[in-house]
């Protein structure tokens, strides 16, 4: 170990040429495990998997190889990307290329080894072969980079994902990994590696697109002892996981990045502020962490180049505001995480009043890449003004879900289409949603629209930070709005009036519109008008006083889904119907005379009693009584029960 | 482990220390008691109203033990797309909680999280760790059922 980790610093760190010996690269291949006597099987453990039985299917293999082939490797490597698939699995026979399976859960392992290693290869479960140079590919497989999914995406910033194991230093270190983190410590100064990444034009991913060399750069300038680096990993958008995947399955990648740009502005202190909830993420982290530093690529005077530096994990506490810059700062320093007004901006008034960065994963997750190929190599990738590539998390709706990684550039229709397979079950597209609970609707016209910041901007469409949620029409708008107010209510800090009220009082309307009036004559019908007059000032009054991004940024949901599905909404109001029929307060069920047997099944489960009727005979609705629960749609055995 | 000891591992009077110490209590002892927030009170030099009021404004921090299940339900975009509310009512109708709440008999508590990344597989409930992929709400009763009895057994 010791020995291996000598020739590692010495060899590979710091061999000042960028092209290796081929003696040590050969070394390197036996560590990225490319020339092996023996089969390597490669299981997926990321979260996604652990959800579809990925340890049980390890188990399953571990049984198998003890009883049958002893020799046999076994690495646990993160996420590859698409979630559908898991537990994934992937095998490599001695010289020739990878071969991927699906759903390989515990049951499936038994045959499915047998096959590979008896030449019998089971093209059910099969996925596709993968491989490089010097390797021998299998008769009539397809492989996997000429899939759609994987045809249609650029992966740079996601390349190691699923490809090592992640527990594992020196196979990151022999991926070319850390190379450009001590090239940058040794031979640039603080100076020159802000410039490299100013003129790559990178653009911070968290939605905002703010080039990250000028934040940098700011950093740098402000006059102060001391600086901080903090890493946004606080992903808390409900259905955004990117940050989770490329956490799991790249953490490496992740720390160098913070330690470059760490030593860019010059600051020996690095957090990551890391989400609740990803207890495997997390410990992958620390566990990588805990690596480098034995390592010697964080702590003091690393590789003997005078600079320190100490990264710290801080878990969230819980709190969705936290995600914003000054609320952030706020928690790290031990008070409510509450926002300031800005500026001064962080980069100069930050954390404890020093000059203080933060980036998201993805931004940081880039800028090895950069520094090693160089800012011209970032240009060739995505558009002029917004160079490089994007990862969203595809969910919901789609064929396919998962993490995917597309150039800046790309149309949303390709994403849609190409990668995520269409919609499910023959549904037709009703909406895409971009950038979380506070993002805003693409609708079948937008489809042509490119992935890129400023082409979006001046639709008012706000990227976000990679959350792509296909929604199709099965799903009503107004009770999606609803439950991202309702997301948003909960999540208020109540700092300032127009979000905390603001809010509350426009999901109590949203609440109104989709709740079923009891009484006509109560005035419920009265109130619903008059505040559903009220909607849309509320929305512009928040958007324009609120004092953080959190409440500006609340009614995005809202504002798109009226902008957009304006009928829907006005069904919901005037005529008291939800198309998609999800709005139980809305939904008045009957019962078909010439169906209904009288078996008085509905009538013994309706909770309110609203069902009358003689045994043997037709029942019948009292429809003033009824809630739209729906269980006598679900329990009736004829089919006799109709929504209205 | 006790909360003397877990305050050892800091240096008194560091306000930045404070949400890590109350995450470390938490997680030893399942949840902050009195006796805790006094001790860090004076540990860290700050009024218990002021610690009280930080650890209110969090969702993480609870303040009554947790029951002997935690059942977590998954409420991001994809789970609630593929029915998680109606997954969330049934639990309330069966536990008789509301979220955040832990059952007189201390057996069931019960929250709501947004997001564990098992998107394709809604709606996604955690049960003491372990993961429940594609929950149909009718499943719940005899899941809650067989907890109970495992536990009251026990």
Known sequence: ?644 | MDIDSILKKYKPGRREDLIPLLQEIQEGQGHLSEEAIVKVGSFIGLSTTKIYGLATFYDQFRFVPSGKVLIKVCHGTSCFLNGSQAVINKIKEETGLIPGQTGRDGIFSYDIVTCMGGCNNGPVIRVNGEYHPFVKPDQLPELIRKLRYIIEND
């Not at chain 1, 590692?8 to 050969?26: G, I, N, R, W, Y």
């Not at chain 1, 270190?173 to 450009?180: D, E, L, P, S, T």
């Not at chain 1, 410590?185 to 697109?209: A, D, F, K, P």
């Not at chain 1, 995480?337 to 997750?365: C, H, R």
């Open chain 1, 1 to 644: 170990m010791e020995d291996l980790r000598r020739f590692l610093t010495e060899k590979v760190l710091l061999f000042e040429s960028d092209t290796l010996p081929a003696e040590t690269e050969k070394v390197l291949q036996q560590i990225r495990r490319e020339k092996t006597n023996n089969a390597v099987i490669f299981i997926s453990s990321g979260t996604a998997s652990m959800i579809a039985g990925s340890e049980k299917t390890l188990s399953a293999v571990n049984t198998y190889i003890a009883d049958n082939e002893p020799n046999t490797q076994i690495v646990m490597v993160g996420c590859t990307g698409p979630v559908n698939y898991e537990p994934f699995v992937c095998i490599q026979l001695p010289g020739k290329n990878k071969l991927y399976f699906r759903n390989i859960t515990e049951e499936k392992v038994e045959p499915l080894l047998n096959g590979v290693f008896h030449s019998d290869i089971n093209k059910d479960d099969l996925v596709g072969q993968h491989g490089g140079k010097g390797f021998e590919f299998w008769q009539g497989i397809p492989f996997i980079d000429e899939l759609p999914y994987f045809a249609h995406q650029k992966r740079v910033v996601l390349n190691n994902c699923g490809c090592y194991d992640p527990e594992n230093i020196e196979e990151y270190i022999a991926r070319g990994g850390y190379r450009a983190y001590t090239k940058a410590i040794r031979h640039y100064t603080y100076e020159e590696v802000c410039n490299i990444i100013e003129q790559s034009g990178l653009r911070g991913r968290s939605g905002g697109g703010y080039p990250t060399g000028i934040k940098w750069k700011q950093a740098l300038n402000a006059g102060s002892s001391s600086r901080y680096l903090v890493c946004n990993a606080k992903e808390s958008d409900p259905g955004a996981f990117t940050d989770r995947v490329m956490l799991e399955s790249d953490p490496h990648r992740l720390i160098e990045g913070i330690a470059i740009a760490a030593y860019a502005i010059g600051a020996s202190d690095a957090i990551v502020f890391f989400r609740r909830g990803s207890d495997h993420a997390r410990e992958r982290l620390i566990k990588a962490i805990r690596s480098a530093r034995d390592f010697g690529l964080i702590g003091h005077n690393i590789l003997s180049s005078g600079y320190n530096l100490d990264i710290v994990v801080r878990i969230e506490p819980g709190a969705f505001v936290c995600g914003e810059e000054t609320a952030l700062l706020s928690t790290l320093e031990g008070k409510r995480g509450m926002p300031k007004l800005k500026p001064p901006y962080p980069t100069t008034n930050g954390l404890f009043g020093k000059p203080t960065v933060i980036n998201n994963v993805e931004t940081l997750m880039n800028v090895p890449l950069i520094m090693q190929n160089g800012p011209e190599w970032f240009h060739t990738l995505g558009t002029e003004k917004s160079p490089g590539t994007k990862v969203f998390a595809i969910a919901g709706k789609g064929r396919l879900s998962g993490v995917v990684e597309v150039e800046m550039g790309t149309a949303v229709k390709t994403v849609l289409e190409d990668i995520a397979d269409g919609i499910k079950e023959g549904k037709e597209l009703k909406a895409i949603q971009l950038g979380g609970a506070s993002g805003s609707f693409l609708t079948a016209g937008d489809l042509e629209l490119a992935v890129d910041y400023d082409i979006m901007n001046e639709k008012g469409i706000g990227m976000g930070a990679g959350g792509f949620i296909i929604i199709d029409e099965s799903t009503c708008m107004v009770d999606l709005v609803r439950y991202y107010m309702e997301f948003m209510h909960s999540e208020s800090c109540g700092k300032c009036i127009p979000c905390r009220e603001g809010t509350g009082r426009m999901l109590e309307i949203l609440g109104n519109v989709i709740k079923k009036p009891l009484n006509e004559d109560s005035g419920t019908t009265l109130e619903r008008f008059k505040g559903v007059m009220q909607l849309e000032t509320i929305a512009s009054v928040m958007k324009d006083t609120s004092l953080c991004g959190l409440g500006q940024t609340a009614p995005n949901p809202f504002l798109s889904a009226l902008k957009n599905f304006r009928e829907e909404f006005e069904e919901h109001i005037f005529d008291r119907k939800c198309r998609a029929n999800v709005c139980r307060g809305l939904r008045t069920f009957s019962i078909d005379v010439d169906q209904c047997t009288g078996c008085t099944a509905c009538a013994s489960k309706c909770p309110v009693n609203a069902i009358y009727g003689t045994r043997l005979q037709p029942f019948f609705i009292v429809e003033e009584k009824c809630i739209g629960c729906g269980i006598c749609f679900d329990i009736c055995k004829f089919n006799a029960i109709k929504v209205k």
